[in-house]
Each structure stands twice: as structure tokens, then as C-alpha cells.
């Protein structure tokens, strides 16, 4: 399973657009990168998930360049109710992958 | 669509007890996770079902923690006998073919 790395905490201010970018050194070829979100006292929960190139949704944009080592989540125009924290995911979407959540990136939006 | 349903929300039980905690995935998910999500980590991985059948279980403590996916439907997860570094959030999930993994709000145990 491929091992991520992102910064422990960020901070940011209303209305900014926040990046986090995700270190995946050994993605595997057939590897998506998935972003989740989790507020407190709740599950976390899909934001977007990309293969190359970039990716956009409604709430975020995905941002993975060609040698697919990193990924940038990019937050447009965060609000307070986006403080949470967010955790970047690699793996195979196939029956028997799991993947493995690290400690996430704690984002802290302030007025 | 409802979502994944877990019960209860809290438990509180003295060391050395036993607990259990049920789930209920989106109707359809095949794949069912267990995590265990201690107080500032990242949710860890106890064990995932497919269908009825255990597909990893590799970090599951299995001298204590059991579970079992009867009809490869509803879920349970045991604790018996509980430890006081089994205090966390355990959270379910489901995914309909292993992608996009839908979470429960979770379980909150606390052992003293």
C-alpha cells in the first residue's frame, strides 16, 4: 500500500483558497488518489479522487502532475464550516483493496 | 438513500468487559469496513468483509476483538475483554464495489 505524507496542520482565512499537497513516492500504476474530509464527531467523508491531470467537482479541485508522486486538494474560497480535517488516499479501486488513512492534515479556517 | 447506520453512538464500560457494536451498510455495499479511530489519528483499518467472507483481518487483535458479517449484510464488531487503549471511535463503512467508501457517524467507547 502506497505510504502518503501531508502537513500535520494548516491554517487559512475566509475566503482564501487553501492548497494541501499530498507526498505519494511509491503510487502504484493502477493507484487513484482520494481525498477525505472528517469534522468532529462525524465519519469522514469523499471529497474528490483523481487518477491524472485534474480533476474538478463542485467543492474542490484535484491537481496531479504527470509523475503522480503528489496531489494538490485545492479548497476555492474556504469558509469557517470548512475547518476540518482532510486526508489523501492511494489504492487500486478493485474487491479486497483497502487503503490506509495517515494522520491527515488538521485545516483551520478563521474569520 | 440512507445512509450507514451504527449503534449505539456512545458506550462507556469498565476494563475488562465486553462490548458490542452493530452496523448496517448502504443497501447493495458489498465491501463493509471496521475501523478503530483513536482521539487525533487517522481511522485504522480492524478489519474488511466482502460480501459474508473476511477479506483482511490482518490488523484485527484477534485475542479480543471479533466480528462477523452474518448474510453478508449487517455487521457486528466485539470487544471482549476491553482495555483501557481500546477507548476510541469505531467507524463502519461501506463501498458497493470498492471504491468510494461511505462512513457511519461512529461509535464512541470509553473504557475506564
Known amino acids: 500500500l502506497a505510504k502518503t505524507t501531508q502537513p500535520i496542520s494548516m491554517d487559512s482565512y475566509e475566503g482564501q483558497e487553501v492548497n494541501i499537497t499530498c507526498s505519494h513516492n511509491?503510487?502504484?500504476?493502477?493507484?487513484?488518489i482520494t481525498w477525505y474530509q472528517q469534522f468532529p464527531s462525524q465519519g469522514p467523508r469523499f471529497i474528490i479522487q483523481?487518477?491524472?491531470t485534474k480533476v474538478t467537482n463542485e467543492v474542490a479541485s484535484l491537481f496531479i502532475p504527470a509523475d503522480r508522486k503528489s496531489s494538490t486538494l485545492s479548497l476555492p474560497r474556504v469558509s469557517l464550516s470548512d475547518t476540518a480535517v482532510y486526508y489523501c488516499?492511494?489504492?487500486?479501486?478493485?474487491?479486497?483493496?483497502?487503503?490506509?488513512f495517515g494522520p491527515g492534515t488538521r485545516l483551520s479556517v478563521l474569520p | 438513500e440512507a445512509g450507514v447506520a451504527q449503534s449505539p453512538r456512545y458506550k462507556i464500560i469498565e476494563k475488562r468487559q465486553s462490548v458490542a457494536f452493530w452496523c448496517n451498510p448502504i443497501s447493495g455495499h458489498a465491501t463493509l469496513y471496521w475501523y478503530q479511530q483513536i482521539l487525533g489519528q487517522g481511522p485504522k483499518l480492524l478489519i474488511q468483509f466482502q460480501n459474508n467472507g473476511v477479506v483482511d483481518d490482518s490488523q484485527l487483535p484477534k485475542d479480543r476483538f471479533s466480528a462477523e458479517r452474518l448474510k453478508g449484510v449487517d455487521s457486528t464488531l466485539k470487544i471482549q475483554p476491553a482495555k483501557l487503549e481500546d477507548s476510541a471511535v469505531y467507524l463502519c463503512?461501506?463501498?458497493?464495489?470498492?471504491?468510494?467508501?461511505?462512513f457511519g457517524p461512529g461509535t464512541r467507547l470509553t473504557v475506564l
Open positions: 511509491n503510487i502504484a500504476t493502477n493507484d487513484y
Open positions: 483523481g487518477y491524472k
Open positions: 463503512a461501506s463501498t458497493p464495489t470498492g471504491g468510494e467508501q461511505f
Open positions: 488516499l492511494v489504492g487500486g479501486y478493485s474487491y479486497g483493496q483497502n487503503f490506509v
